[in-house]
């Protein structure tokens, strides 16, 4: 049997979004207890992005934001190790030494090269925490498995080096250090808030909330209905685009601080992913109809959504 080395006590726990999944888990593992909701609210994790993309041949739609890591670790103030390798072998000696090292990281792949997914399609900006290594395979910790998979050590090379639309990259991982645990406070959430909110107004990368109407014009661009189910509902969202697991942070928020703004931004929310469901269900089945009509009222709750997150005062920030 080949020699093993792995992250002793890691805990997998299953999630719905892979980057948020992750940091839960790393978190777990440093002793803290973090709902995978919390984890995407204080990421910034609620956007929105439609587009085409040259190679793929259908639109690519996504409901969470750009670069939730460093918006994690820079809103609970900690300290974050990212990296790039210009080579195979450097990025496989790094990754191997953090194992050796317990110390779990965060590595950007293209699950199209991971056997267990069995995808047909590339996805270049799946996450994922290798958590053992061995002569043959790589383990790591996969967001929706049920337990630990087992990746082929050149599998797992092509993952890290691929080049896929619109997720190039030059093998990425990221380290969260160690941290004292940070309590849920209201300032916090409400700096979060106003982030997404600030990124949203200046239509930043990953949110951009006219890109609901390019949707809406280019519904006959999906060469497969199908895929825009799985978008909106399977592909790391937790359902409803993201915008459920983002309701279900702010009622948390409301609960332990009974603030009205964030209830109400939960409500607006809730609507929003009930629709998003109700547009996935129908792609499921080839229908079209009234979809036009439901993006224009998403359009309105979360435009109301953000314009709510803009009314913090300067002493919430």
Request: aromatic share 12%; glycine share 8%.
């Amino acid at each position: 049997m080949a020699n093993r080395n792995e992250i002793q006590n890691f805990m997998h726990l299953p999630g719905n979004n892979c980057i948020t999944t992750a940091i839960r888990n790393i978190l777990n593992f440093y002793g803290f207890r973090y709902p995978e909701s919390r984890v995407y609210g204080i990421a910034e994790g609620m956007g929105f992005t439609f587009r085409r993309v040259e190679g793929l041949d259908n639109p690519y739609l996504g409901g969470s934001g750009s670069g939730l890591v460093d918006s994690f670790c820079r809103n609970l103030h900690l300290a974050c190790d990212t990296a790039e390798f210009a080579t195979d072998e450097a990025a496989m000696d790094d990754l191997k030494a953090q194992i050796d090292n317990q110390l779990p990281c965060i590595v950007q792949v293209d699950l199209f090269y991971l056997p267990y997914f069995d995808s047909k399609t590339h996805f270049g900006g799946h996450r994922v925490i290798p958590v053992g290594h061995d002569e043959s395979n790589i383990y790591v910790s996969d967001t929706g498995f049920l337990r630990i998979q087992a990746c082929p050590i050149d599998n797992f090379v092509e993952a890290r080096r691929s080049q896929s639309p619109p997720f190039s990259h030059q093998r990425r991982r990221w380290r969260i250090e160690r941290f004292r645990e940070r309590p849920f406070i209201d300032e916090t959430i409400t700096k979060s808030l106003y982030n997404v909110y600030r990124k949203f107004e200046n239509h930043m990368h990953g949110y951009n909330l006219l890109q609901i109407f390019d949707l809406r014009d280019h519904l006959g661009d999906y060469q497969d209905m199908a895929i825009l189910y799985q978008q909106i509902e399977k592909a790391g969202t937790g359902g409803g685009l993201g915008r459920k697991m983002y309701a279900d942070f702010l009622d948390q928020a409301a609960q332990i601080y009974a603030r009205s703004i964030y209830e109400l931004s939960s409500a607006l929310y809730e609507q929003s992913a009930a629709l998003w469901r109700e547009i996935a269900l129908n792609a499921r089945s080839g229908e079209l109809n009234g979809t036009a009509e439901k993006l224009e009222k998403i359009y309105q709750l979360e435009t109301r959504a953000i314009k709510v997150f803009s009314s913090f005062e300067a002493e919430d920030l």
